[in-house]
């Protein structure tokens, strides 16, 4: 069967154009989330009352009623001047308070783009390792010391763990898959026919729990859809002692 390769060099370009769209289509959210609230602010500040209009309208009383020189009256116009001002102060504390909003919407929401591109990023990123599987750049098995030691990490290993992956290692030296009973046949000694699938699939388990990081376990032993089990590595790096 042809094997289909890539060569570091021929992703690269493609991992440089999709950085690139990437961070492309960062910026145009952020410019957009920018522009969107921009324009809802002047809107906003647009649509407010003017600060000064109490005040006219109180200044076009005292003018057009200057015969108002009663105490009460005086008393009226000057309550009403007070009130203006009020109202003045109350509008340019409501115009701070608006754009003080403004400027922790656009802060969130752009935040929020933000960890949306980075979830997304780690997706693709967690997805394309597990097409690939776990680089492996050797894997040794000690039989004696019941250990096995992958790239610079080593386990320790219970017998039976130890068994099924020495199996399936000696298994994808040959390049073969193993199924549930073609497993528990050669561990156990009988015939594929005498065994359960369900046994050999318990095997797989415990070999993944006892390799603890369950992301890491299930790249290195690889579930075949309808097939079977096989180690996910390069056949050359592996070594049973």
Same mark, same amino acid.
């Given at each position: 069967?042809?094997?289909?390769?890539?060569?570091?060099?021929? &992703?690269?370009?493609?991992? $440089?154009?999709?950085? $690139?769209?990437?961070?492309?289509?960062?910026?145009?959210?952020?410019?957009?989330?920018?522009?969107?609230?921009?324009?809802?602010?002047?809107?906003?500040?647009?649509?407010?009352?003017?600060?000064?209009?109490?005040?006219?309208?109180?200044?076009?009383?005292?003018?057009?009623?200057?015969?108002?020189?009663?105490?009460?009256?005086? +008393?009226?116009?000057?309550?009403?001047?007070?009130?203006?001002?009020?109202?003045?102060?109350?509008?340019?504390? #409501?115009?701070?308070?608006?754009?003080?909003?403004?400027?922790? =919407?656009?802060?969130?929401?752009?935040? =929020?783009?933000?960890?949306?591109?980075?979830?997304? *990023?780690?997706?693709?990123?967690?997805?394309?390792?597990?097409?690939? *599987?776990?680089? %492996?750049?050797?894997?040794?098995?000690? &039989?004696?010391?019941?250990?096995?030691?992958?790239?610079?990490?080593?386990?320790?290993?219970?017998?039976?763990?130890?068994?099924?992956?020495?199996? $399936?290692?000696?298994?994808?030296?040959?390049?073969?898959?193993?199924?549930?009973?073609?497993?528990?046949?050669?561990?156990?000694?009988?015939?594929?026919?005498?065994?359960?699938?369900?046994?050999?699939?318990?095997?797989?388990?415990? $070999?993944?729990?006892?390799?603890?990081?369950?992301?890491?376990?299930?790249?290195? %032993? +690889?579930?075949?859809?309808? &097939? *079977? #089990?096989?180690?996910?590595?390069?056949?050359?790096?592996?070594?049973?002692?």
């Amino acid at each position: 069967m042809p094997v289909t390769t890539s060569s570091v060099s021929d &992703r690269l370009p493609n991992r $440089l154009t999709d950085r $690139l769209t990437g961070n492309r289509v960062v910026g145009l959210g952020i410019a957009a989330i920018v522009v969107i609230l921009a324009v809802a602010a002047i809107f906003l500040f647009r649509t407010l009352p003017d600060a000064n209009a109490f005040n006219a309208r109180v200044e076009r009383l005292f003018v057009e009623n200057d015969a108002l020189t009663g105490t009460a009256e005086i +008393k009226l116009l000057e309550i009403l001047a007070q009130s203006g001002t009020a109202f003045s102060d109350t509008l340019t504390s #409501y115009r701070v308070v608006i754009f003080v909003l403004m400027l922790f =919407a656009t802060a969130l929401l752009v935040a =929020a783009l933000v960890f949306l591109v980075v979830i997304v *990023g780690q997706n693709r990123r967690i997805a394309q390792l597990e097409d690939a *599987g776990i680089t %492996v750049k050797s894997l040794a098995i000690n &039989r004696e010391q019941r250990t096995v030691t992958l790239n610079n990490m080593e386990f320790s290993l219970t017998e039976a763990a130890l068994e099924t992956l020495s199996v $399936l290692a000696e298994a994808r030296m040959d390049e073969d898959v193993l199924t549930g009973a073609e497993l528990e046949g050669l561990i156990s000694g009988r015939h594929p026919s005498e065994c359960d699938e369900a046994a050999g699939a318990t095997r797989i388990k415990r $070999l993944r729990d006892a390799l603890g990081n369950q992301m890491m376990a299930e790249l290195l %032993v +690889k579930t075949i859809a309808r &097939r *079977g #089990y096989m180690l996910a590595i390069d056949k050359g790096v592996i070594r049973v002692e």
